[in-house]
């Protein structure tokens, strides 16, 4: 699997991901293309999440792999994305629930 070089983490972000690090060993990140969590990208204990053949890698942040689906990665191939985390809950199954803290996506546009 090609790995990407399109996302990247604030410095409340990577605060926010050592933190539940710490608490549940390596994880993963895959963005939300749901309703409900909307921009969320979703984080789980490497192992208790599924990735599929199609999800794309788009690099890491703090060490760790973020995926999103090939479906939203083609609505979204030219935009980097910045991982974030501000106040507020993370989604219901994301490890950043119940922190007071929730990881958030920014974007910046890449060169094409």
């Known amino acids: ?20 690090v710490a608490d549940h060993g390596p994880v993963l990140f895959h963005q939300s293309g ?16 599924q990735i599929g053949a199609r999800d794309v890698r788009l690099g890491e942040i703090g060490g ?5 689906s090939a479906s939203q990665y ?20 994301s490890l950043d629930n119940g922190r007071e803290k929730r990881f958030l996506v920014r974007s910046d546009l890449c060169k094409i």
């Open 74 to 93: 083609e609505a979204w191939k030219h935009t980097r994305l910045i991982i974030d985390a501000i106040p507020g809950r993370g989604g219901m199954f």
């Open 1 to 20: 699997m090609e790995v990407l070089d399109q996302v990247e983490a604030t410095p409340a972000a990577l605060e926010l991901l050592a933190a539940i």
């Open 34 to 49: 749901g309703c409900c969590d909307g921009s969320s990208p979703m984080c789980y204990a490497q192992g208790e999440f």
């Open 64 to 68: 760790m792999p973020f995926y999103i």
